[in-house]
């Protein structure tokens, strides 16, 4: 293992750290997906998290390790980033401008504005928002936190796994969202490094899963953003990834892909037999398991990562209505 991976210690400092900006979330036993698999299956509901998401532990961490005086924050951000990143900055009375492409659904938008951030919207792609993130930094002198490959981050989405092992000392596999990788790499670093027989199963979108096509290739490489149910998953991994590559490629056993059609159907379990309105990234563990496309031999535990849809859409989904939605949109 590369000696500048994050590590344990560095993920145990940040749970110091912002332990008092952040929920120690539950984690809960699924009967119904237990019965299904025959295994106990348990559900981390990160989504009951501040701001909806485990985005606001990277984030806090991050800003909380700044320099006295910094002058603002700025990200590129599919939204859940960007809006815990505006609540750790306004919790420190730091100015905030987020950088979305038009992809990010309106409901993002809104909470980021009303946490008093900058919601400034940039072409059509996680990458483009990136440029004007960039140059935030070298014109205006703001600090970049961005969402994924950033050692602090990686430590501060790590504390979730160090939860994980506590809640489910057992623990066999956990699942766990994959898009940047900053999330995957730190629960993968904690569990692996406290369990180290625990397999950490990373789980995408088949549209544009830039972390799966870069792992594919050894290397990363851009992908086309697309539409997808999993919006929170989009965006690339950055050409020069210092950290969440590597990371991804040398602790997760697997990463699987799921359609569009399997994402809605865990987004629909979730909400009639976990009664959990949550949205497509944060249903993909769920999702895996029916789809059969995971079968765990033990304890089992799949994070929900965020609850950040829209109502609409949501209730699009549950009512099987949603592909009519979209072709309606297109």
């Keep these: 293992m590369r000696n500048d991976f994050v590590t344990l210690a560095d ?3 940040a749970r110091a750290r912002i332990a008092g900006d952040i929920v120690a979330t539950p984690t809960v036993d699924s009967p119904s997906l237990s019965e299904r698999l025959g295994v106990p299956v348990r559900l981390k509901l990160e989504h009951r998290q501040t701001t909806g998401s485990f985005k606001l532990r990277g984030a806090s961490n991050a800003v909380a390790l700044l320099p006295a005086g910094t002058r603002g924050v700025t990200a590129a951000s599919t939204g859940n980033h960007g809006r815990a990143l505006s609540l750790a900055a306004k919790r420190r009375g730091i100015a905030a401008v987020i950088c979305m492409s038009r992809l990010v659904p309106e409901n993002k938008l809104a909470e980021i504005r009303r946490l008093g951030a900058e919601a400034r919207i940039v072409g ?29 981050v990686i430590a501060g989405q790590g504390t979730l796994g160090l939860e994980i092992v506590e809640q489910t000392p057992d623990v066999e596999t956990v699942l766990i969202q994959v898009s940047g990788g900053g999330l995957a790499a730190g629960v993968a670093m904690a569990v692996k490094t406290l369990r180290p027989n625990a397999r950490v199963i990373g789980i995408s979108m088949a ?27 989009g965006g690339g991994v950055g050409l020069e990834n210092r950290l969440t590559f590597a990371m991804c490629r040398d602790l997760l056993d697997d990463l699987i892909l799921l359609s569009e059609d399997e994402i ?24 895996a ?6 079968r ?3 304890p089992t535990v799949a994070v929900l990562s965020g609850k950040n849809i829209a109502m609409d859409l949501h209730r699009a989904v549950v009512c099987g209505e949603w592909r009519d939605r979209q072709e309606r949109a297109a």
């Design 296 to 298: 765990p031999t033990g």
């Design 289 to 294: 398991l029916l789809a059969g496309k995971i």
């Design 264 to 287: 809605a159907a865990g987004i629909r379990h979730a909400y009639a037999e976990e009664r959990e309105v949550v949205e497509g990234a944060g249903a993909v563990g769920i999702a």
């Design 11 to 13: 993920i145990e400092a």
């Design 124 to 152: 059509a792609s996680q990458d483009e928002a990136q440029v004007e993130a960039e140059r935030l930094v070298a014109d205006e002198g703001f600090a970049m936190v961005p969402p994924f490959d950033h050692p602090a």
């Design 207 to 233: 549209r544009g899963a830039a972390m799966k096509a870069s792992l594919d290739a050894g290397r990363p490489v851009e992908v086309e953003e697309k539409q997808t149910l999993a919006d929170s998953l």
